[in-house]
Nanobody
């Protein structure tokens, strides 16, 4: 089992920045890809960014050039630096990890961007 704990959400004005963190514990040796998803009210959960153990990254078109995902394998932590935030980025952000056949989720952290 893998446990994921997010932190760093909050309220920010449009154009501002936030940094999310996700610390993994448990059977971390099994983790390959980690990433971030988000779910806005009334919408489906969507992928935001992902990063493999080797550092390969992938981003949703809506956040390219504004968000940066990074990973510290020694600390078993993944980060999401969010710049130039827009009101449409408002959502609950979830950390996720893939380990073998298993997929793990964090509890989510709220990000609210005011206009």
């Amino acid at each position: 089992q893998v446990q994921l704990v997010e932190s760093g959400g909050g309220l920010v004005q449009a154009g501002g920045s936030l940094r999310l963190s996700c610390a993994a514990s448990g059977s971390i040796f099994s983790i390959n890809t980690m990433g971030w998803y988000r779910q806005a009210p009334g919408k489906q959960r969507e992928g935001v960014a992902s990063i493999t153990r080797g550092g390969s990254t992938n981003y949703a078109d809506s956040v390219k050039g504004r968000f940066t995902i990074s990973r510290d394998n020694a600390k078993n932590t993944v980060y999401l630096q969010m710049n130039s935030l827009k009101p449409e980025d408002t959502a609950v952000y979830y950390c996720a990890a893939n380990g073998g056949p298993n997929h793990y989720w964090g509890q989510g952290t709220q990000v609210t961007v005011s206009s």
